[in-house]
T-cell receptor
Framework: AQSVTQPDIHITVSEGASLELRCNYSYGATPYLFWYVQSPGQGLQLLLKYFSGDTLVQGIKGFEAEFKRSQSSFNLRKPSVHWSDAAEYFC????????????FGKGTHLIIQP | SQTIHQWPATLVQPVGSPLSLECTVE??????LYWYRQAAGRGLQLLFY??????ISSEVPQNLSASRPQDRQFILSSKKLLLSDSGFYLC???????????FGSGTQLSVL
């Protein structure tokens, strides 16, 4: 069965500093990988996704993520965070071959300090 | 363009009362539809998904049920709510192989 692990429940970063959110997955075949962001009181918004090809994917709001098969990881990065980036971030994995939805990690709560 | 509507945004219900959350999608045909729940301090859990009218698959045994009476309508229900049903419920849709999900704005359900 597929699974997603986000080892950091909370991360605090100073505004303007770089950010890396970790995500490890377990999946038997080539995974479809996603990062979503949930701002307070709102639904989920897709930041970026990886299906195939270039292992470094660019997303919205200046985020990027790198797929590393050897490490089963798909870490999310941003070179300089803004206060508006404070939110809950979810990594997800899917098979892409059916309609059985995605498996989500438990999320990482990002706190931005001035 | 496609949009997804989910309501209500917040709901407070007593234990033992019924529940009905509705989700509708516009601008697309034959979408795959999903209900997720996010309990406090936990990640997202897939509850139900549907590939077509009247076709519902359940991921976990629970006190809830889902129905799809129309192509773009997905309803989450319960006959008697439990305290453990409290959480943030998200409806989502996708097309085709389901790689990309589009989420509604969610319903915060508090069972007291």
């Amino acid at each position: 069965a597929q699974s997603v692990t986000q080892p950091d429940i909370h991360i605090t970063v100073s505004e303007g500093a770089s950010l890396e959110l970790r995500c490890n997955y377990s999946y038997g075949a080539t995974p479809y990988l996603f990062w979503y962001v949930q701002s307070p009181g709102q639904g989920l918004q897709l930041l970026l996704k990886y299906f195939s090809g270039d292992t470094l994917v660019q997303g919205i709001k200046g985020f990027e993520a790198e797929f590393k098969r050897s490490q089963s990881s798909f870490n999310l990065r941003k070179p300089s965070v803004h206060w508006s980036d404070a939110a809950e971030y979810f990594c997800a994995v899917g098979s892409g071959g059916g309609a059985d939805g995605l498996t989500f990690g438990k999320g990482t709560h990002l706190i931005i300090q001035p | 363009s496609q949009t997804i509507h989910q309501w209500p945004a917040t709901l407070v219900q007593p234990v033992g009362s019924p529940l009905s959350l509705e989700c509708t999608v516009e601008g697309t045909s034959n979408p795959n539809l999903y209900w997720y729940r996010q309990a406090a301090g936990r990640g997202l859990q897939l509850l139900f998904y549907s590939v077509g009218i009247g076709q519902i698959s359940s991921e976990v045994p629970q006190n809830l049920s889902a129905s799809r009476p129309q192509d773009r309508q997905f309803i989450l229900s319960s006959k008697k709510l439990l305290l453990s049903d409290s959480g943030f419920y998200l409806c989502a849709w996708s097309v085709g192989t389901g790689e990309k999900l589009f989420f509604g704005s969610g319903t915060q359900l508090s069972v007291l």
